[in-house]
């Protein structure tokens, strides 16, 4: 018979392996051609990374349609972490 702890760690490995097998795909996706363009793939500013002009840039208008000065900069960092590979930012955001 499995104690309480024993049990917790049982759950705890197995949510976390179901998970892991779940999302293991997200390592070979690709950009979607929903709104990556605009924000990430064709964005020459956003594809330089975190620069003093891109975060001023972020906070100065709507880009695309909506006005996303900390989505726009969350995306400077992916570029400057992960280049425009995107297994890097899928991984972040799982």
């Known amino acids: 018979m499995l104690t309480s702890r024993k049990r917790t760690i049982f759950i705890?490995?197995?949510?976390?392996?179901?998970?892991?097998l779940a999302y293991l795909p997200i390592w070979h996706a690709q950009f979607l051609?929903?709104?990556?363009?605009?924000?990430v793939t064709g964005n020459?500013?956003?594809q330089q990374g975190l620069t003093r002009?891109?975060?001023?840039?972020?906070?100065?208008?709507?880009?695309g349609a909506m006005f996303l000065?900390?989505?726009?900069r969350s995306?400077?960092?992916?570029?400057?972490?992960?280049g425009?590979?995107?297994?890097?930012p899928h991984a972040v955001n799982l």
Do not use: E, K, Q, R
């Not at 995306?75 to 992960?82: G, N, V, Y």
């Open 44 to 46: 020459a500013i956003v």
């Open 84 to 88: 425009l590979n995107p297994a890097g």
């Open 12 to 20: 705890t490995v197995a949510l976390f392996t179901t998970t892991l």
């Open 53 to 63: 002009y891109g975060i001023a840039w972020a906070f100065s208008a709507p880009h």
């Open 33 to 39: 051609n929903v709104d990556d363009p605009s924000y």
């Open 69 to 72: 000065p900390l989505t726009c």
């Open 75 to 82: 995306h400077m960092l992916d570029c400057m972490l992960f």
